[in-house]
Structures are given as structure tokens and as C-alpha cells.
């Protein structure tokens, strides 16, 4: 069951939230969100409450890495 309100830490192709936080603050303070990109070698992509991309990082698996 997905909880409503708050923020949810979802890994790539993932239906279900992995960790739910309170606040978006707090899921990335706590690094729940970098921990499961890190280990999942993916990007990760922070929205904001309207949907819309804020910031994105990406650890492993970069199909277009930056020269130099």
C-alpha cells in the first residue's frame, strides 16, 4: 500500500515506495534515495511536489559520460 503525503524513495522500475519519509528534506538528508542509486549503479532524479525535475545525478551506468 502506498502511503499519501510525504515523500516516497522509489528505485528504478519499481512500483512500491522502498522508504517513505516525511518530508523531502529528510529522504535526502538521510541518503535513502543516493544509498539505492549508488547500489543500483542508476540516476537519481529528485522532483519536486508539481512532478517536475529539480535535480538529477547520475552513480554508474551513464550512457553518455562527459569527456575529460
Do not use: F
Not at 540516476?43 to 552513480?59: D, P, T
Amino acid at each position: 500500500m502506498q502511503k499519501t503525503g510525504g515523500w516516497n524513495v522509489t528505485g528504478a522500475g519499481n512500483s512500491k515506495a522502498t522508504k517513505h519519509t516525511n518530508t523531502q528534506a529528510e529522504a535526502y538528508a538521510y541518503a535513502y534515495a543516493r544509498t539505492i542509486s549508488i547500489n543500483q549503479k542508476s540516476e537519481l532524479i529528485v522532483h519536486g511536489k508539481n512532478g517536475q525535475i529539480r535535480e538529477r545525478n547520475s552513480y554508474g551506468n551513464d550512457p553518455y559520460p562527459p569527456k575529460g
